[in-house]
């Protein structure tokens, strides 16, 4: 595998060398000054800035204590139990029931290592993936993880059944041709080299699940898997629970008797569960500190821990191009021009963010000297507002109109909606919030039932292929309409086959001028977040990104 990359995609390579090296993270990032600064590649080590906690000395080595039960909560409803298609809160909670094949590092979460693959390689070409199976592993209910049951799962990754939304199926998709079997080993066959597989087979949506099993096992409200833990039980809007698998295929683990997610909407609430030990973590992505929760907490518990989300999220606004009033673009362009991107630096991401640029991120980012000069960005904003109330004139809209922003309930999309309300209005548009649960907010975007939704995007990873799902045709998480942009199209599938590092970022940056062109979204801004962790919680690492790791496997509690 020594001559890897120079044969994979050379634009992916900070990626690429945790996946094959074993690297360890670059320096951790601080919180930006003003709204334009650029933070340094992030880890888990907490930030030392403005008001962020400083990194916490690590404790002597201690002997780990079995037992205890571990509580941390999620601000929504699951709803569907299938690591496949569920929410990142989903994938969060139901991950200790599951393996990958590939898994971030237990104990740091900063590196790929063997899950249910013990080893793989690629062929020299970059095309050909082969994943030797574990052997000796049994699913929950006693039958063994064989080579059908991780072929089944590639497959359904990738060419999910009908009603079945695979996260996975955007990335994997597009680029595998072929899911075969030899011997012990799965190959996957690609059709150009793709440098981000381990990344996406290395997250909780990418869970191994029995074939047999789901002959008759449903997923919706069960789970059955390999992990460190075996499901228990789930109350909606109440609970979900596991405990400890005593015939985890890694000896000695896990240390807890189980764990408990539960979900707590009501922002006090989650303070005080946390505050009181209700709690032992806090939520991530959404559920996250926001940063003067983080400030508040850290002066009454000095002996807590707070890191700073390794996936942090922009708020976006995202309109439906499929009809009236979004439909037009002038009303689009109109909305990019009156959004005053600095206020929402300071109102929705607390002074804790970045610049609502499409890909905000070195090395894909376009210099913020350029975007600061651009209309939508440049400030004052008189010669936005007069051309943004010249469009909607023209476009015959010169009075406004009402219209329904839809939000999820947690604070960043709930916070984003609100302030967009007051951005409209600059417009004479009349806009309402409406919150809906996590089911029908989702459910409403994929039937295109909406006007216009602020939701998430988030950086899992650190290339920018993920945000493809959000507006690139065929997305997932594409609600805004925008199916039939070619241009698009050809430029997104040109970018993920480009090898070339300096013609990769060219591409992006050109992807993302598109973007702001032809607006399936507005992004609003880039913000950080914080995981709270109590002082009794041993092995937490916030590692590389939210949506790998989670299986609690190497935590323990010190009382």
């Not at 592993?137 to 072929?151: L, N, R, Y």
């Not at 002959?215 to 075996?230: D, H, R, V």
């Not at 499901?231 to 008797?257: H, M, Q």
Request: hydrophobic letters at 40%.
């Amino acid at each position: 595998m020594g001559n890897q990359n120079a044969l994979l995609i050379a634009s992916c390579m900070t990626v690429f060398s945790l996946l094959l090296g074993g690297c360890a993270p670059a320096a951790p990032a601080a919180k930006p000054a003003p709204a334009t600064a650029q933070p340094a590649t992030r880890t888990e080590a907490p930030v030392e800035k403005q008001g962020a906690p400083a990194a916490t000395p690590k404790p002597a080595a201690e002997t780990p204590r079995y037992g205890g039960l571990l509580t941390n909560y999620v601000i929504v409803t699951l709803g569907t139990m299938d690591p496949h298609q569920g929410t990142a809160e989903v994938s969060q909670s139901i991950s200790p029931v599951y393996t990958t094949l590939v898994q971030a590092d237990p104990l740091t979460n900063d590196k790929w290592v063997p899950g249910l693959a013990e080893k793989w390689e690629m062929s020299k070409d970059g095309l050909t993936w082969n994943f030797d199976i574990r052997q000796g592993v049994k699913f929950h209910d006693g039958a063994p993880f064989t080579i059908d049951d991780a072929v089944f799962t590639l497959k359904r990754l990738t060419n999910p059944p009908k009603g079945v939304v695979s996260t996975a199926a955007s990335f994997l998709g597009p680029v595998v041709k072929s899911i075969d079997k030899d011997g012990n080993r799965v190959r996957i066959t690609l059709s150009h080299p793709f440098a981000l597989i381990l990344d996406i087979l290395a997250q909780n949506y990418a869970a191994m699940l029995s074939e047999k099993y789901m002959e008759t096992g449903n997923l919706n409200t069960t789970a059955m898997g390999t992990g460190p833990f075996k499901f228990k039980s789930y109350t909606p809007a109440v609970s979900l629970e596991g405990v400890k698998n005593p015939d985890f295929w890694v000896k000695g683990r896990p240390y807890l008797d189980g764990y408990r997610v539960v979900m707590l909407k009501d922002e006090a609430t989650r303070i005080s569960a946390f505050r009181t030990g209700k709690v032992n973590i806090t939520g991530k992505l959404q559920g996250a500190l926001r940063p003067s929760e983080m400030e508040s907490l850290k002066k009454d518990m000095p002996d807590a821990r707070f890191y700073p989300s390794p996936s942090f999220n922009g708020a976006w606004f995202f309109m439906n191009s499929r009809k009236p009033p979004f439909q037009d673009l002038r009303v689009r362009k109109a909305v990019h021009l009156a959004l005053d991107r600095q206020a929402a630096f300071k109102v929705v991401a607390n002074g804790y963010g970045m610049l609502a640029q499409p890909f905000p991120i070195e090395p894909w980012k376009m210099p913020e000297e350029q975007v600061l000069r651009m209309p939508g960005y440049r400030q004052p904003k008189d010669a936005d507002m007069a051309e943004a109330k010249k469009l909607m004139a023209d476009a015959g809209y010169g009075n406004g109109f009402e219209a329904t922003i839809l939000a999820r309930h947690n604070w960043q999309s709930k916070d984003g909606a609100v302030f967009m309300t007051s951005q409209l209005a600059s417009l004479g548009i009349k806009a309402r919030v409406q919150l809906l649960e996590d089911a029908i907010f989702w459910d409403t975007g994929r039937k295109a039932g909406h006007e216009s939704m602020v939701y998430t995007p988030s950086w899992p990873m650190t290339d920018p292929h993920y945000q493809g799902r959000f507006w690139a045709p065929g997305g997932t998480l594409n609600y805004s309409g925008n199916e039939g942009d070619k241009e698009l199209i050809a430029m997104w599938d040109e970018q993920i086959k480009t090898v070339d590092a300096d013609k990769r970022k060219a591409l992006i940056n050109k992807v993302a001028l598109h973007l702001l062109e032809t607006l399936p979204g507005a992004p609003i801004v880039w913000y950080y977040v914080f995981i709270g962790v109590r002082p009794e919680v041993r092995n937490f690492a916030a590692g590389v990104s939210d949506l790998v790791g989670n299986t609690r496997q190497e935590i323990w509690l010190a009382k």
